[in-house]
Each structure stands twice: as structure tokens, then as C-alpha cells.
């Protein structure tokens, strides 16, 4: 089974820093996807970002980028210019060939203005 | 943009009553999904379901669990008797026919508190 781990339970930035967010996982598989997802206390479940696995280039999405690291198994988050609106929890998720989507245990993120 | 909705968005009822949260999933997706979360914990797969019937479950998904889709656009989630384990934020989520970005699109969530 696949398993995924963020190390980081509780992060804090400065408002315009920069922070990374820290991801690995376990699988046998060549072929998934990993997402960034972000939880605002609404408690919706927002995509941030998106990795496919046999892409080498990191996947940016504005402020957003990540580190795929596939031989080490890691992916992390960095986000730049954090904005207190960046303030959530952080959800790393693997996906496999299949369908199922398996969660990392979340990384709580304050942004101090 | 299309989005999955779910309903009620909060629901509290009593230990040992049944209870059905429902779904709307985006339209032309056909994987659909529902999670849950327990408060302050990880968000956990409960079940899978693709052409009518149930992919994958967890061992959380024991029989007190069911899932349906009645008629083609709703997608339902019942607990026969609930527990106060159960109180948990559960997030339903689809999925379109191919892979395409991998994402699933998970709805606002559906809060229940069992007392």
C-alpha cells in the first residue's frame, strides 16, 4: 500500500517570505500522480498543484512550485511571497494507476503578517 | 466552472439513527468517491465506485456503510446506525472517464456531528 508523509505538522512564515512544505511517499509504481491540496478553515479541499510522475520538469503554478525529487521518492511545496491568505492546512496526495487518492497527515501552515 | 455539491452541508443527529449525505458529482465524470475526515486527523479514502458499483473500500467502509447511485446524477453515502466515531467531515469527490490530470474534484464537504 501506498503511504505518504509530511513530516512537518506545523509551519509559520513571515508574510511575503518563502516556505517549503515537506512531502515523500512509498510506492512500487512508475506511473502516478502527486497533488498539492490546500484546506482553508471552510474545510474544502482546494488543488494547488500537480506533479505527473513521468514529467522531469517541477510543475509551477504562480507562487506555487515543487520539488520532485522521483528517485528519492520526495515532493515538496514552496511557495513564495506568502500572503496571509496562504494561511491553511497543506495536504500532500499520491495518486495511483487506480483511482484511489491516499493523503498525507497534513502540514498546518500560519502566515504572520 | 462545473463543481461537485453535496448536501446537507451540516447534519447533527442522534447515535444509532441512519443518516445519507448526498452528492452531485460533475457531470460527464465517471469515478466517484467519498473521503472522510475526522477532526484535526487525515483525510481518509472510504470508497470507490465506477459503473454502478463499488472499485475499492477501505476497512473503514464496514457494513454500517452503503453507497448508490439512484438515478444517474445523485450519488449517495448512507450509515445505517451511527456511531460517535462517525461524527467526521466526509468530502465526496468524482473523477472524469480518462486520467487526464489525475485530479479528483472534491466537493465542500458534508459536516456530521453524532451525539
Known amino acids: 500500500a501506498q503511504t505518504v508523509t509530511q513530516s512537518q505538522p506545523e509551519m509559520s512564515v513571515q508574510e511575503a517570505e518563502t516556505v517549503t512544505l515537506s512531502c515523500t511517499y512509498d510506492?512500487?509504481?512508475?506511473?502516478?500522480?502527486l497533488f498539492w491540496y490546500k484546506q482553508p478553515p471552510s474545510r474544502q479541499m482546494i488543488l494547488v498543484i500537480r506533479?505527473?510522475?513521468?514529467?522531469?520538469q517541477n510543475a509551477t503554478e504562480n507562487r506555487f512550485s515543487v520539488n520532485f525529487q522521483k528517485a528519492a521518492k520526495s515532493f515538496s511545496l514552496k511557495i513564495s511571497d506568502s500572503q496571509l491568505g496562504d494561511a491553511a492546512m497543506y495536504f500532500c496526495?499520491?495518486?495511483?494507476?487506480?483511482?484511489?487518492?491516499?493523503f498525507g497527515g497534513g502540514t498546518r501552515l500560519m502566515v504572520k503578517p | 466552472e462545473p463543481e461537485v455539491t453535496q448536501t446537507p452541508s451540516h447534519q447533527v443527529t442522534q447515535m444509532g439513527q441512519e443518516v445519507i449525505l448526498r452528492c452531485v458529482p460533475i457531470s460527464n465524470h465517471l469515478y466517484f468517491y467519498w473521503y472522510r475526515q475526522i477532526l484535526g486527523q487525515k483525510v481518509e479514502f472510504l470508497v470507490s465506485f465506477y459503473n454502478n458499483e463499488i472499485s475499492e473500500k477501505s476497512e473503514i467502509f464496514d457494513d454500517q456503510f452503503s453507497v448508490e447511485r439512484p438515478d444517474g446524477s445523485n450519488f449517495t453515502l448512507k450509515i445505517r446506525s451511527t456511531k460517535l466515531e462517525d461524527s467526521a467531515m466526509y468530502f465526496c469527490a468524482s473523477s472524469p472517464p480518462d486520467r487526464g490530470t489525475g485530479e479528483l474534484f472534491f466537493g465542500e464537504g458534508s459536516r456530521l456531528t453524532v451525539l
Open positions: 510506492t512500487s509504481e512508475s506511473d502516478y500522480y
Open positions: 496526495a499520491y495518486r495511483n494507476a487506480g483511482n484511489m487518492l491516499t
Open positions: 506533479q505527473e510522475a513521468y514529467k522531469q
